[in-house]
């Protein structure tokens, strides 16, 4: 959020696919070079968890933002989908998942 003009701007990273649907003048574009996009994905993978949990974890495309957050995040630190689903499943196979519910006291 911003103040700017006496008005109150507020900033969100957005889809590639919008910029062709807003007025120019609403649209800056960082690039994933700058230190501010960092910054900016991880604004937007809260909001995209926040926005999961408001469906209850029942919606679908949700889970799907959360993931598309996740992988340019990955990306953005040179980590590939493959070498995230393979640290996956190997962490499965060594520890298994959180399905059985187990809590630990600590």
Same mark, same amino acid.
């Given at each position: 959020? $911003? ?9 969100k %990273? !957005?889809?590639?696919? #919008?910029?062709?649907?807003? /007025?120019? @003048?609403?649209?800056?574009? $960082? ?9 900016? %994905? !991880?604004?937007?993978l #809260?909001?995209?968890?926040? /926005?999961? @949990? ?26 590939? @989908? ?11 196979a ?13």
């Amino acid at each position: 959020q $911003l103040i700017f003009d006496g008005r109150c701007i507020m900033l969100k %990273l !957005i889809r590639d696919g #919008y910029v062709n649907n807003i /007025e120019d @003048e609403r649209i800056c574009i $960082l690039g994933p070079e700058t230190p501010e996009y960092r910054n900016f %994905l !991880i604004e937007k993978l #809260y909001e995209e968890i926040r /926005e999961l @949990e408001e469906s209850d974890f029942k919606d679908v495309m949700e889970y799907a933002d959360v993931l598309e957050v996740l992988q340019s995040l990955s990306r953005l630190n040179g980590i590939t @989908e493959e070498e995230v689903i393979k640290a996956k499943v190997s962490k499965h196979a060594l520890l298994g998942g959180f399905d059985d519910g187990i809590i630990l006291s600590y």
